[in-house]
């Protein structure tokens, strides 16, 4: 996800198809859900669908992008971004994680792009290869970070930061998949946390230097 994201302007009756396929697309899935309930989701005629769309496999290769486009503005927009230390923002990073999918308390809606990789991966392989590109664009977003942190903290360390970029996009995923079925974002959470603590090993850092250090980001963020 880029540092620098704006949402693409489209008009107004495709923005309504498409933010209605997001929504049920990501809650059913896509072979659950019909044209006839996305217009009717958006409230427009099938006319108009196809006026936009050839088919519903053309409307859910659209909201990939368009599922990808409103994450990364959420992302690119999030007060971790601001943190000078690129430790604070792996760190922030991983708080925002969680509290965009609504905290231990609150249930994720769960992600567009795992759902079609489950369910589309081997009956459509153009919408598999955009899922993964997709998956490839959060590692490499998270990673930049990494490896700016570990120039700085653990420059001898072993680890490459593209595997631990992408270690992270597979915990996210496999945890808002966990989550959904157990019915509760508490595993999520969970994961999240033993991530971080295993982040931590990797950059040296002790329960001590992590305590002032979440007390610094929490000061930053307040100002």
Same mark, same amino acid.
Do not use: W
């Given at each position: 996800?880029?540092?620098?994201?704006?949402?693409?302007?489209?008009?107004?009756?495709?923005?309504?198809?498409?933010?209605?396929?997001?929504?049920?697309?990501?809650?059913?899935?896509?072979?659950?859900?019909?044209?006839?309930?996305?217009?009717?989701?958006?409230?427009?005629?099938?006319?108009?669908?196809?006026?936009?769309?050839?088919?519903?496999?053309?409307?859910?290769?659209?909201?990939?992008?368009? $599922?990808?486009?409103?994450? !990364?503005?959420?992302? *690119?927009?999030?007060?971790? &971004?601001?943190?000078? +230390? @690129?430790?604070?923002?792996?760190?922030?990073?991983?708080?925002?994680?969680?509290?965009?999918?609504?905290?231990?308390?609150?249930?994720?809606?769960?992600?567009?792009?795992?759902?079609?990789?489950?369910?589309?991966?081997?009956?459509?392989?153009?919408?598999?290869?955009?899922?993964?590109?997709?998956?490839?664009?959060?590692?490499?977003? $998270?990673?930049?970070?990494? !490896?700016?942190?570990? *120039?700085?903290?653990?420059? &001898?360390?072993?680890? +490459? @930061?593209?595997?631990?970029?992408?270690?992270?996009?597979?915990?996210?995923?496999?945890?808002?998949?966990?989550?959904?079925?157990?019915?509760?974002?508490?595993?999520?959470?969970?994961?999240?946390?033993?991530?971080?603590?295993?982040?931590?090993?990797?950059?040296?850092?002790?329960?001590?230097?992590?305590?002032?250090?979440?007390?610094?980001?929490?000061?930053?963020?307040?100002?």
């Amino acid at each position: 996800m880029l540092n620098r994201t704006q949402i693409k302007q489209l008009p107004e009756t495709k923005r309504k198809l498409l933010d209605a396929g997001v929504s049920l697309m990501r809650h059913r899935g896509f072979n659950a859900t019909t044209v006839d309930e996305v217009c009717a989701e958006a409230g427009v005629t099938k006319g108009g669908f196809f006026h936009y769309f050839k088919s519903k496999d053309d409307l859910a290769t659209a909201a990939v992008d368009r $599922f990808y486009e409103m994450k !990364a503005k959420q992302f *690119a927009d999030a007060p971790f &971004r601001g943190l000078a +230390d @690129p430790l604070d923002r792996i760190f922030g990073r991983l708080d925002f994680v969680k509290e965009s999918a609504g905290g231990v308390k609150g249930l994720t809606k769960g992600c567009l792009f795992g759902m079609f990789a489950q369910e589309m991966s081997f009956s459509n392989p153009e919408l598999r290869s955009l899922c993964q590109a997709k998956f490839t664009q959060i590692g490499k977003d $998270f990673e930049g970070d990494l !490896a700016e942190a570990k *120039a700085r903290y653990a420059p &001898r360390a072993a680890f +490459d @930061p593209k595997n631990i970029a992408m270690l992270y996009v597979s915990i996210v995923q496999g945890s808002l998949m966990l989550a959904k079925t157990s019915e509760s974002n508490r595993v999520l959470v969970a994961n999240i946390n033993q991530f971080r603590a295993y982040l931590q090993t990797l950059f040296g850092q002790s329960r001590n230097s992590t305590a002032k250090r979440a007390a610094k980001v929490s000061a930053q963020a307040g100002n």
